[in-house]
């Protein structure tokens, strides 16, 4: 267990020390967690992100669940993204939840009022992932209650389907995420949703570069919850959150997040704090090509 | 499979398979038709006027725009760069700012300018305003027919 918070450290302190030493620009990211909007990675940029959420669980012990993601731009209209989990239970144990693999398909050119992007992901973890990142089903505050001994031995093969549907209308971004997921064992598919709303607090950019400036951050909603499967679908037995979330763009290439979220029902852990760090490397791709001696 | 082997066989792919496609991605040099996009912004875009024309800050503004979200592709004085062309060629300079913020809106997806409806409309109408300012470079690429619409 040791060696797991030891690599996330390792991990974490790398991510820094490369990240400030390398070509990045001011991003513009969202404020969201849970809800994808349809603006992919930008070609070859390689972003690093490390996200944790805290999460109470009522009858047993709190939470904090953390996941790294890279996520790179391999062209305009596919951006792919590897994740690794892991979660601390308190009282309990750390253990490492296993690793997810999205790629997400624009497939339109231009924009329109309504912009669909395609999700495909595959996930290989064990029963202990709580980073609630994707609930769907049945996914209940009760079912996190069992000890990690125990949930690490439940290994899980799931592939997840989203359809993404994203709008951006006098600065304001809605997206609409339907979600669906299939263990690849015997076990009926499950579905799910996501909501988002956001808007940067300033529509026009200052003349100076500021580090506080109202355009650098942007404030939204997120709705999410489960709804059943495909014998039970509805919203019998299901868990829904509502979570406000504001990112801040910093002039220096990183971008800090925050959303406190709450449950919306009895199924819901009643409170989940959520804050993340990102950091985009331009050129990500270019500079892996030179390293194996392609001419750029 | 140990699911650090698959992981690791995921990351060779993937490496691969971009590597590939950004070697698709030829240099904006050897395409004969890299501002042929411009063209094919619709009347109604085109014939937007900029509301920030006349804004004192908007050129400032988008000056640091642009050195955030396009010089690393169009070249830090927007000259052109590794991957994009350069935005001081005549092509661009005399394109109607509603075509030039159109294009910045839809991208040009397919041969890797991503959108960039994320910005806020007036942070776009702020970087036409920019590229605008800059005038036309002496050295840039022959027109085309296709790009030498007005």
Redesign the interface.
């Given at each position: 267990m040791r060696l797991v918070r030891c690599s996330s450290f390792a991990l974490g302190l790398l991510f820094l020390t490369f990240g400030t030493s390398i070509r990045s620009s001011s991003a513009q990211e969202s404020p969201y967690f849970v809800t994808y909007d349809h603006y992919l990675e930008e070609p070859r940029n390689l972003e690093v992100e490390y996200f944790s959420t805290f999460g109470t669980q009522r009858g047993g012990n709190n939470f904090h669940s953390y996941w790294t993601e890279f996520e790179y731009g391999a062209t305009a209209w596919w951006t792919t993204e590897f994740y690794l989990d892991a979660q601390t239970t308190f009282h309990d144990s750390t253990v490492f939840s296993g690793f997810k693999w999205e790629n997400r398909f624009r497939p339109l050119q231009h924009e329109h009022w309504i912009n669909p992007i395609i999700y495909v992901e595959y996930e290989d973890i064990n029963g202990t992932d709580k980073t609630l990142k994707d609930i769907v089903g049945h996914d209940v505050e009760a079912e996190f209650l069992e000890p990690n001994a125990e949930t690490r031995r439940e290994h899980k093969r799931e592939v997840e389907l989203k359809l993404i549907l994203s709008s951006t209308v006098k600065g304001w971004n809605i997206s609409e995420n339907i979600i669906s997921e299939k263990n690849l064992s015997n076990e009926p598919w499950e579905f799910g949703y996501a909501l988002g709303v956001s808007r940067p607090l300033s529509l026009k950019a200052s003349a100076k570069r500021c580090s506080f400036c109202r355009q650098n951050f942007v404030a939204g909603v997120e709705m999410y919850g489960g709804l059943g499967d495909r014998y039970s679908f509805g919203l019998k037995d299901t868990a829904h959150y509502l979570a406000p979330a504001v990112a801040w763009n910093l002039p220096s290439g990183w971008t800090l997040r925050l959303s406190p979220g709450f449950g919306l029902n009895d199924n819901s852990h009643q409170f989940l704090l959520r804050w993340g760090v990102s950091r985009e490397i331009n050129d990500f791709g270019g500079m892996v090509r030179r390293l194996l001696g392609a001419k750029s | 499979m140990k699911?650090p082997v698959?992981?690791l066989l995921?990351?060779a792919v993937?490496?691969a398979?971009?590597?590939a496609?950004?070697?698709e991605?030829k240099n904006w040099k050897d395409k004969p038709d890299v501002y042929a996009e411009l063209g094919k912004a619709p009347e109604k875009a085109r014939n937007r006027a900029n509301p920030l024309a006349h804004d004192p800050?908007a050129a400032?503004?988008?000056r640091?725009?642009f050195?955030?979200?396009c010089?690393?592709c169009h070249g830090h004085n927007a000259g052109g760069g590794?991957?994009g062309p350069s935005l001081r060629a005549p092509e661009v300079q005399n394109a109607p700012s509603g075509a030039i913020f159109w294009l910045l809106?839809?991208?040009?997806?397919?041969?890797?300018?991503?959108?960039w409806?994320?910005?806020?409309?007036?942070?776009r109408w702020?970087l036409v305003r920019y590229l605008k300012s800059l005038g036309i470079a002496e050295a840039s690429p022959p027109a085309t027919e296709a790009s030498s619409k007005p």
């Open positions: - | 699911p698959f992981a995921v990351c993937l490496l398979v971009s590597g496609l950004a070697n991605q800050e400032a503004a988008g640091l725009l050195e955030d979200h010089a690393e590794k991957k809106t839809n991208g040009v997806v397919r041969k890797g300018m991503p959108v409806s994320r910005l806020p409309e007036p942070q702020q």
